[in-house]
């Protein structure tokens, strides 16, 4: 097993609250985390039928089975047990009881927000991170290559290729949670919207042309939209509001959590096809903010990540939000470092003044240095992997 980073802090998280809950994407290593954390408590798994109509038809006796706590995965699938484990842990009073896991954020979300409020923290598992991968010696070499596979964990446990991993996932999950939730009919127009929202990750959400373009409504493509985010394919990047006196863009950008399922979902089949992809700049972008997310998420914080675009086309890819300043990072997939790099980040941190601090450029080579006052980071430096 892969020592996850987000371990650390569900271990001191136990300590403050009776109950901790993972969430995140199916395959994303949930339960062998929850059950490495408690190797010595007992599992249950409400994906089982028998085991969730024993939780559904008589919630007490199933939550009897673990006096001393255990793991619960899965548990939206039986969201009636929540409200007698809130009884049962303000009863008992002890901290670190139990560790509840779900894939389906929607579902879990509602049901404990209404019954364990104040009782449980929440911690967000991804796929791997390139910190994980690095420390486990399992980081691909290029990092063309990273980003073609991503960072699932059954594609680095198991002998099978990324594209047929990627296949039987979006056939198993992805549309089967859909349908669960929104009850889709069409289920070839969902896979056509999920294949042109892969064809615009790193790029304004603008929902009037995805909708005209899959040939559905506005209300319907907002609504496949947060199943998507709430699913864990999807996140949005909201614009900061600092104007200093412009006109700002306010509409989101739409990411995917994983680079290998937006190449999967454009039909990229070999990582030689990215060199020249006419989309490997936002491919590349993707990778880049999905894992500054997790090094926030495995420490189970909230990423203060924004964008900033002005009206007439000044953008930096992201702003990083530090103690009341703002973090400008521009994100180039060019190996080569070239003057034009830096044009965006020199003029934001102009215009921005005091509020801007340590500049930073993420790029798709190998060195890391500084210039002019800009931190220059290769993505193919091992040793830049932690700079946030």
Request: net charge neutral.
């Amino acid at each position: 097993m892969i020592k996850r980073d987000v371990e650390d802090s569900i271990r001191s998280l136990l300590r403050g609250f009776p109950i901790v809950t993972i969430t995140g994407p199916r395959q994303s290593g949930k339960t062998t985390l929850a059950r490495a954390v408690f190797a010595d408590k007992p599992y249950l798994s409400l994906e089982d039928p028998d085991v969730r109509l024993a939780a559904i038809e008589d919630p007490r006796s199933f939550l009897s089975r673990f006096p001393e706590g255990g793991v619960i995965d899965e548990v939206q699938r039986a969201p009636e047990i929540l409200s007698y484990l809130q009884t049962l842990v303000d009863g008992d009073r002890r901290m670190g009881l139990f560790i509840l896991t779900g894939s389906q954020h929607f579902g879990l979300m509602s049901g404990i927000t209404q019954s364990l409020a104040g009782r449980t923290a929440f911690v967000e598992l991804l796929p791997f991170s390139r910190s994980e991968l690095i420390r486990a010696g399992k980081e691909p070499e290029a990092s063309d290559q990273a980003i073609f596979i991503g960072g699932y964990p059954p594609i680095y446990d198991r002998d099978i290729s990324p594209q047929a991993w990627f296949a039987s996932y979006v056939t198993a999950y992805v549309e089967r949670d859909v349908r669960q939730v929104l009850k889709v009919q069409e289920l070839e127009t969902f896979q056509r919207f999920v294949r042109l929202c892969a064809g615009r990750t790193g790029g304004i959400l603008n929902l009037s042309s995805l909708a005209t373009e899959c040939g559905i409504t506005h209300n319907t493509a907002k609504a496949w939209i947060s199943v998507l985010q709430t699913s864990y394919i999807i996140f949005l990047l909201r614009p900061h509001e600092k104007n200093f006196n412009k006109r700002l863009v306010k509409s989101p950008k739409l990411y995917f959590y994983d680079s290998g399922l937006v190449c999967w979902l454009l039909g990229i089949r070999e990582d030689a096809q990215l060199e020249t992809h006419p989309l490997r700049g936002a491919i590349f972008e993707t990778y880049i903010i999905s894992d500054l997310k997790k090094s926030y998420l495995n420490r189970a914080e909230v990423p203060p990540f924004y964008f900033w675009r002005d009206s007439n086309g000044l953008e930096v890819d992201l702003l990083v939000e530090q103690i009341g300043r703002l973090m400008p990072v521009e994100i180039k997939s060019g190996r080569t470092v070239t003057r034009d790099f830096f044009t965006g980040l020199t003029r934001w941190t102009y215009l921005a003044g005091e509020a801007a601090v340590t500049p930073t450029l993420i790029y798709g080579g190998g060195e890391s240095y500084q210039h002019k006052g800009i931190r220059v980071i290769g993505v193919e430096d091992p040793d830049s992997v932690n700079w946030i």
